[in-house]
């Protein structure tokens, strides 16, 4: 069955960086297109960003656009966001999705 497991959330300051990833089975990971959505407490999950298959077209959220980054690697079957220049608007579980399944989240927390 598809499984998505996420990692590489934790605490960090404004201004820093972070990279998480997304480790993908069950399905043909090269064939499928790939997101990013987070939540923060009180408000709806939201899409961060979006990659074709093949990672052919990204697509961001105007609020992450310059500092976030998605990108796969097909031969480890993971999805990555890389997050620079991180705000404390940017607190939220972050969770991996493909069509429709959804990882466990994984928590970032932007604070000084």
């Known amino acids: 069955q598809v499984q998505l497991v996420e990692s590489g959330g934790g605490l960090v300051q404004p201004g820093g960086s972070l990279r998480l990833s997304c480790a993908a089975s069950g399905f043909t990971f090269s064939r499928y297109g790939m997101r990013w959505y987070r939540q923060a407490p009180g408000k709806e999950r939201e899409l961060v960003a979006a990659i074709s298959p093949a990672g052919i077209s990204t697509n961001y959220a105007d609020s992450v656009k310059g500092r976030f980054t998605i990108s796969t690697d097909n031969a480890k079957n993971t999805v990555y966001l890389q997050m620079n220049s991180l705000k404390p608007e940017d607190t939220a579980v972050y969770y991996c999705?493909?069509?429709?399944?959804w990882g466990q989240g994984t928590q970032v927390t932007v604070s000084s």
């Open positions: 999705n493909q069509f429709n399944y």
